[in-house]
């Protein structure tokens, strides 16, 4: 006879065990699929595959910054860009960060393991750090006052906007 819950409405018949027992020495049991239950085991992840490239950049003995020195070679140069800004000379901090992380692009494009700079797939790490960076880079080449980039759709572009 299938047991029932505490409104009286029969539960379905249970295949499936949780980790989590439901009270002292009774397993809580789930039905397969269904919105919201637990899905089956063979569909649970059982670990979290490493990104590609994501191996040491160092032997293993060496010590924790020789294993990492891409991702801290990136952020090192781009915490001096930030002391740069912060010292009141804008364009050359912006500079630095933008060509950290065009580095940071490079390093991952070249070397097959760095460490803690894999954080996805290959592709992805590139393109966003390559674009991040030529961005950062281009916006700071036209900083104002006295642009060393000057782009002349961009104040037709503005002149079109605010009149309209």
Do not use: C, N
Not at 98 to 117: E, K, N, Q
């Amino acid at each position: 006879m299938p047991a029932e819950d505490a409104r009286g409405h029969a539960e379905p018949a249970l295949r499936e065990r949780s980790a989590a027992p439901a009270g002292p020495g009774r397993a809580r049991r789930f039905p397969r699929g269904g919105a919201g239950r637990i899905p089956p085991r063979r569909w649970r992840t059982k670990d979290t595959a490493r990104p590609e490239g994501g191996g040491r950049a160092a032997p293993g003995d060496a010590p924790a910054p020789a294993r990492q020195w891409p991702l801290l070679t990136v952020v090192g140069l781009v915490a001096l860009g930030l002391l740069v800004t912060a010292l009141d000379a804008f364009r050359a901090g912006t500079l630095i960060i933008g060509l950290a992380l065009l580095g940071g692009a490079v390093l991952r494009w070249l070397l097959p393991d760095v460490g803690m700079l894999a954080v996805r797939s290959r592709f992805t790490d590139i393109a966003t750090y390559g674009v991040l960076g030529l961005a950062i880079v281009l916006l700071a080449l036209m900083i104002q006052p006295d642009p060393l980039l000057k782009l002349p759709f961009l104040k037709d572009i503005l002149h079109f906007t605010l009149t309209k």
